[in-house]
């Protein structure tokens, strides 16, 4: 499929059930060695846990251009931190080895990544990973 000079060549897709938890708000201070240094919430760790499950590309590795487009369904209708979220969700994604990092070079961009407020029944976030070939 060529789209605007670039062939998308992999495509994969699954969802994380739960409330989106962004790393950086409820920060903990944690002393290290005599060093404070700041640690995910207990919340983030728990949600970070609990996605290991629903990630079925662990250890892919990925290392190639991909867009990582992110639709985030939150519980409430209370404002969000697009950036936060994606910057978690990317964590997450190293943390169980989807992806090698969240550089430049292989997150290329979060194209159609969004918010949707207000779905109470059903919170997630839906994750499609395309790669971008040249």
């Known amino acids: 499929q060529n789209c605007g000079g670039c062939i998308q060549t992999m495509k994969l897709k699954f969802s994380v059930p739960g409330n989106p938890i962004t790393k950086k708000n409820s920060q903990r201070m944690v002393n290290v060695h005599g060093r404070v240094i700041p640690m995910p919430s207990k919340q983030f760790v728990a949600y970070q846990k609990d996605a290991e499950k629903y990630i079925p590309y662990k250890w892919y590795n990925i290392n190639v251009p991909c867009n990582i487009k992110c639709v985030y369904y ?50 997630r976030v839906e994750i499609e990973i395309t790669e971008i070939g040249e």
Request: charged share 20%; net charge negative.
């Open 74 to 123: 939150m519980p409430t209708k209370r404002r969000v931190d697009l950036c936060n979220l994606l910057a978690a969700t990317c964590d997450i994604l190293v943390h169980y080895g989807v992806i090698e990092d969240d550089n430049c070079g292989i997150a290329y961009s979060h194209d159609g990544s969004c918010v949707v407020l207000g779905c109470k029944d059903n919170p």
